[in-house]
């Protein structure tokens, strides 16, 4: 009696096992779909795009779309200028070096775009990760004055939404003469504090007679960081790396605010800017999103195992 | 003896002071970004909130006029309502939602499991641009997949207008919204549903608990913490949503999708009313701040 009991609650759970499976199966094909349009849809002609009933696979395979996409809004490759640098004092003005400026050659608007995007996303991570594997580790390993407050600080920080500081830092990039700039978006996501939080939990797990040795044979307070601490949280700081690369090359609001000239555009912004432009030329909107998001989908399905740390990392409250 | 303590008590403290000058060395250049563009612009906008500020002249300080208007401004008011119909509907559905997917794909293959994973972590990943530009061409009154899915199922006897009718198209944010927000819970999840004492679940099982009871007696409290800390960040992320809005329906039709986050916007960055946007973000702030703090304290107590 009693077995028959349990042996039907077992049949029951495998019944939920396998149902419940089909399910996520057929959610996770609908989460797939949009990226599956995206880049079917930048393929597809004019008529596939606008037929009434959805063209399920290209009838043809056109480069249409990328052509159009390409032969948009041209812009140099890269520009770079070094400012004269001139400085006034007590009336005297002293005027070092002269204005250096390369211009590359003349490329398709999204080519440009993507140099941006990646300088952005690359920049924002080196120095991000330079920046907070140093905080962290002094946040973890030392005890100085303004510790807890400055920790309290990174805290509050970063639970306060993002977004809200915009107008401030708006008005400061401005008096600062970097806005319209890449740099205008790259530091704030540097100024961010979860990249601190992240490392200072991860170079706690690491043992403090490693750090403790290294001090009492003399090695100086750098040399502790760059030959014995760095090495150690060098998986954490692969997580933060690319997760930061990957928050930063999606993160759209700042980016919205901060550029607005057309050499300075990212990828994300450009091809909002085309849809507003074209919005209903979907072709030429999908060949964009693609170029969007292909690079980025590439770097997350190689780091995936780092990314998904650094997820689970941040999420263990100190 | 007492000559021995003080030397040792400033041995100590100049060791702190030691101490203290290298820590700070090693933290100036994080210092420098964080306090410059994240601390001083937190101060400003509270500060600035209190004036009367735009793009070409000097602020005027206004007092509490920015806060009066904001609480007299209907468009505000709608505002606040749909962002807590967004915040209500989508932070429950996430939390459930990746739960379970979590469950079914955790005690799957350990590729299974990754490639799950992945699939939901997607949308995230594509960016908030492309994603909403390949759903507004799903929603599309003429040649969207919705409407013709839709028919074809006898759901709906003609084309909508999903993202132009006030009846929908916050509901088709939400949709996108949802789509973009479980990647994380779900990887969040599967790492704690693995974390979980598994000599526990397996006395439990020889003691013959069905694997629902083993779920929610065992698993579930130890999966407390994760379940609260993806309470809080779904929150956030929810008050933040903006670039769907911006790009699909720019908070209308009728402000039927105008959030906090898009009004505060439009106000600074079409209207040039920064005192104003940033009363509202004070406001935002202080909103979530109290909403987080409620979650801590109501997952504490359990």
Known sequence: MTNNRLDQIQIRDRIYRYASAVLVVLVAIAFAFPLYWIITGSFKTGADINAAAPVWFPSEFTQINYEKLLSRRSAPLFDFTIPALKITAFGYTVK??????????????????????????????????????????????????????????????????????LIPLLREMNSLHLYDTIWAVIFPIVGWPFGVFLLKQFSEGIPTEMVEACRIDGASEWRTFTDVMFPMIKPGVGALAIFTFINSWNDYFMQ??????????????????????????????MAGAALASIPIIIVFLIFQKYFTKGITMGAVKG | MANKVITLNTKNRRLMIHETVTSYLFLAPFLLFFVMFVLYPMFMCVYTSFFDATMGREDVFIGFANY???????????????????????????????????????????????????IFYLPVVTGSVAVTV??????????????????????????????????????????????????????????????????????????????????????????????????????????????????????????????????????????YKYGYGNAMGVILAIIIAILSAVQFKAGQEK
């Open chain 2, 68 to 118: 009066k208007t904001l609480f007299n401004d209907p468009v505000f008011w709608t505002a606040l309502k749909n962002t807590m119909v967004i915040v209500i509907v989508s932070v429950p559905i996430t939390c459930i939602f990746s739960l379970w997917v979590a469950t079914v794909i955790s005690k799957m293959p350990v590729v299974a499991t990754s490639a799950f994973r992945c």
């Open chain 1, 256 to 285: 919205l605010i901060m550029l607005t000239s057309n050499k300075n555009l990212t990828i994300s912004l450009g091809i909002a800017t085309m849809q507003g432009e074209s919005s209903t030329d979907y072709g030429l909107l």
């Open chain 2, 134 to 271: 390949v759903w507004k061409w799903m929603f599309n009154n003429y040649y969207g997949i919705f409407n013709y899915l839709g028919q074809n199922m006898g759901l709906i006897d003609k084309n909508i207008n999903w993202l132009g009718d006030e009846k929908y198209a916050l509901g088709c944010i939400i949709l996108i919204l949802l789509t973009t927000s479980v990647g994380q819970p779900i990887v969040l999840y599967v790492s704690a549903l693995d974390n979980v004492d598994k000599s526990l679940v397996e006395a439990a099982e020889v003691d013959g608990a069905t694997e629902m009871q083993a779920f929610w007696k065992i698993k579930w409290p130890q999966m407390m913490p994760t379940t609260l800390y993806i309470l809080v960040i779904t929150t956030i992320n929810s008050f933040q949503c903006f670039a769907l809005i911006q790009l699909l329906t720019s908070g209308g039709p009728n402000n039927s999708t105008m959030t906090i986050m898009y009004y505060i916007y439009y106000n600074a960055f079409k209207l």
């Open chain 1, 96 to 165: 070092l070096g002269t204005v250096l400026k390369i211009t590359g050659p003349t490329v398709p608007g999204a080519i440009r775009w993507l140099v941006n995007t990646v300088f952005m996303s690359v920049a924002s991570m080196l120095i991000t990760c330079i920046t907070a594997a140093m905080a962290g580790y002094v946040l973890a390993k030392k005890r100085f004055w303004g510790r807890t407050v400055l920790f309290s600080l990174i805290v509050c920080a970063m639970a306060l939404p993002k977004q809200v500081i």
